[in-house]
């Protein structure tokens, strides 16, 4: 495990690949490289029977360089750092800040590795690779990368809960155009608030939540911390996520006879019970009820409100 820093100043945790993976990867690779010198070294010597020997010998060079450079630099390129080797063992080459490797990065590693590999055999590989704290061989100093696993153990972060005095405010939210980049931001606040200093906990919350609240509507009510904002936004979220791949959310149509509180459509048959409350309990707008009639009762007096926390005290909890 390693630590890259970006060009934002934020801290990654990547997996390195070990010497053995790496070599396992290369064996792959090569085994496809050669594979392909020899069916096309067959090819070239069926055109080379009906060409000048000048032609034949241009055609084998321009095959082999295609298959000793060609192979590693496209794939890298197309891939974003991976060949069949490495995808097979679940490798990629990254940029030294974590970012995805360009054309230039394959293009230095793939000519590195003509005389790391089959120059000097990958002995030169193997001596750099064995003296680097990250594995890195001479390629990966020049074009500054670094071959990392991503195949590696998931370890679940805590799942953000709904704070109760937000519950109701956050199932009227529109989260439609909130991105997923911006919701694995706020996740991962979250996880590692408690690792940060308070000044920075307190800027790096307020900067996610005004970016949440400019994704979202309505706006959060008054008073709320930046921390139980994104809280209840991210639950609410992985609710209606879990709530639309849930089977059960969609209701099957119900076949059958007519329960006896369906009213058929159409004014209701002589004789046909009517269904509902009685006609005196219904007072159309703006008449007096019936002579008789029994007022409403009082409505029943509320209760004192408890006793609430001090004035400085918002009613919710940091994360522990």
Known sequence: MTDLVTGEAVVLELRLAKLASRALALG????????LLFVGTIVVAGVADSADEALSAAIGLVFV?????????????????RTLGKLAFGLRVVREDGGPIRFR???????????EFWITFGSLALITSLASAKGKRVGDFLAGTVVVRERVPVHGQPV??????????????DLTRMPDDLALAARQFLARSGDLAPDVRASMGARLAAAVAAATSPAPPPGVPPWA????VLAERRRRELARLSPQHVQPPQWGPPQATTQPWGPPQW?????GPPQAARQPWGHAPAYGAQPPPAPRPEPPPPTGPPADDNGFAPPG
């Open 105 to 115: 990065h394959a293009l230095v590693r793939g000519l590195l590795g003509v005389v």
């Open 65 to 81: 360089l295609s298959v000793i450079l060609g192979y590693p630099i496209a794939f890298e390129t197309l891939s974003r750092g």
């Open 271 to 275: 004789g046909a019970p009517q269904w």
């Open 229 to 232: 904002y994104l809280s209840a």
């Open 28 to 35: 792959i690779d090569l085994a496809v490289q050669f594979g």
């Open 160 to 173: 953000a809960a709904m704070p109760p005095q937000l519950a109701a405010w956050a199932a009227g939210l």
